[in-house]
């Protein structure tokens, strides 16, 4: 029976090739998190898809409102009591994620005519969602969660209340009218 040499011995040139191998793996992973930070985060408008989601999700939550409260999704802030007496009668389960993600949508409308804020798409490291921003910026909030992540852990959201602190925190990026003062506390 032969043996099998596992005496390995590295030369310089092998040790130097090795060492150079290693220093550009590692140069090219820094580069590209350095990279990553420069992007982050995209925003880009709405695909058809997304467009096609959204309003599928705004026709769920319409023909719930119809077929259980006798009510409707009316496009103005009165849609914010339609979808408090959604929660209240607790008409989606815990565990429909979709459908409790289209109340979000919902509210996400109302923060949209209220501020002057337009749907897009915002992805980050975290991964892709939807969101509404305010033109030309980052700052976007992301209504789809606001009542579903309080819903799937059993909660009983108040809507208005959300709405209403959200809207406040919203108040430092509106923009300015002119000769508008704002009063430093």
């Known amino acids: 029976m032969k043996s ?3 005496d390995v011995r590295f030369t310089p040139v092998i040790a130097k090739l090795l060492v150079g191998f290693a220093l550009l793996c590692f140069t090219q992973v820094s580069l590209a998190q350095f990279g990553d930070e420069k992007v982050w985060p995209k925003i880009e408008e709405l695909g058809w898809l997304d467009n096609q989601h959204l309003n599928n999700q705004r026709a769920s939550v319409n023909e719930l409102a119809k077929l259980k409260l006798g009510d409707a999704i ?3 802030k009165s849609d914010l009591d339609v ?20 109340l979000g949508v919902i ?3 109302q923060f949209q005519r209220e501020f002057n804020l337009v749907w897009r798409i915002y992805e980050d490291q975290a991964g ?3 969101a509404v921003c305010f033109k030309d910026t980052e700052h976007c ?4 969660t606001m009542l579903s992540r309080r819903m799937e852990v059993g909660l009983q959201p108040n809507v208005k209340k959300i709405y209403d602190e959200t809207a ?4 430092p990026l509106l923009p300015k009218l002119p000769y508008e003062v704002s009063a430093k506390k």
């Open 107 to 109: 509210i996400g409308d």
């Open 83 to 102: 979808l408090q007496r959604i929660i209240d009668a607790r008409l989606i389960a815990s565990d429909e994620r979709v459908k409790l993600q289209a």
């Open 74 to 76: 009316r496009g103005n």
């Open 4 to 6: 099998i040499n596992t």
């Open 128 to 130: 892709r969602s939807r």
């Open 168 to 171: 406040e925190a919203l108040q």
């Open 141 to 144: 909030l992301f209504p789809i």
